[in-house]
């Protein structure tokens, strides 16, 4: 993949980062000149100093021959006219943090695939596993989180089956590990002391699951 980040930021430096350590052509674009050179002595990619809104810029970052561009600055302006841009150059895949969330709707006009401020998302997670000490991230992906738990003996869903501690809309069981063996977790399987369940939560019901498995399983 051809990939193009705008901004080096926390965000868009460790994204590029992860591309260029995966084996990607990476092309990074920042205003900040020493940024470009930070990065050129950690990882094997391409740095464009400018501004990403500017033609020439994205020309330099071979804008034509990009399978995707990903904008990660604080100012959605600039993001959603990169993207812009990059949409009449072409590129398949847009993708951009929206800090804003009263912009949304105008980089979904231009057919951007978004995600809202890191910053809120990052507070809102700290806040919830602060309160649910037993459970433990594992990933938050667009739409969603998942997270796994491990089941106390004595917790309350302990002996009942997963149907029976299926009780939030929109939480779904991914897998249970015990011991060494994985169990796809079917409506029938029954939890038991020790079991490490991993689950699927929608944005919108993550404290709703998170609360609820800990209530069962702690």
Same mark, same amino acid.
């Given at each position: 993949?051809? *990939?193009? +980040? ?33 990065? *050129? ?9 400018? @501004?990403?809104?500017?033609?020439? !810029? ?11 561009? +990903?904008?990660? !600055? ?24 929206? @800090? ?16 809202? @401020? ?26 969603? !989180? ?15 089956? &997963? ?8 939480? *779904? ?25 991993? &689950? ?19």
């Amino acid at each position: 993949m051809y *990939l193009i +980040v705008v901004g080096l930021g926390g965000i868009g430096r460790s994204l590029a980062g992860l591309a260029a350590e995966e084996g990607h052509s990476v092309v990074v674009i920042d205003r900040d000149e020493e940024k470009c050179a930070d990065i *050129l002595e950690e990882y094997d990619l391409l740095a464009v100093s400018g @501004n990403a809104t500017d033609k020439n !810029t994205l020309e330099d970052a071979g804008i034509d021959r990009a399978d995707a561009l +990903v904008a990660t !600055t604080s100012d959605d302006a600039l993001n959603l006219m990169a993207c812009w841009l990059a949409k009449k150059y072409e590129v398949k895949t847009l993708v951009s943090i929206v @800090n804003q969330k009263e912009h949304a709707d105008l980089f979904k006009e231009v057919g951007v695939r978004i995600s809202e @401020n890191p910053d809120e998302i990052v507070a809102r997670s700290l806040f919830l596993w602060a309160e649910n000490p037993d459970t433990q991230l594992l990933a938050a992906i667009e739409g969603g !989180t998942i997270f796994e738990i491990t089941v106390a003996d004595g917790a309350k869903g302990v002996n009942k089956t &997963v149907r029976e501690v299926s009780g939030v809309k929109d939480m *779904l069981y991914i897998a249970i590990r015990r011991g060494g063996k994985l169990i796809i977790p079917s409506g029938d399987v029954i939890i038991m002391p020790d079991d490490v369940i991993t &689950v699927f939560t929608k944005e919108e019901a993550e404290a709703r699951s998170v609360e609820y498995m800990d209530e069962l399983f702690r």
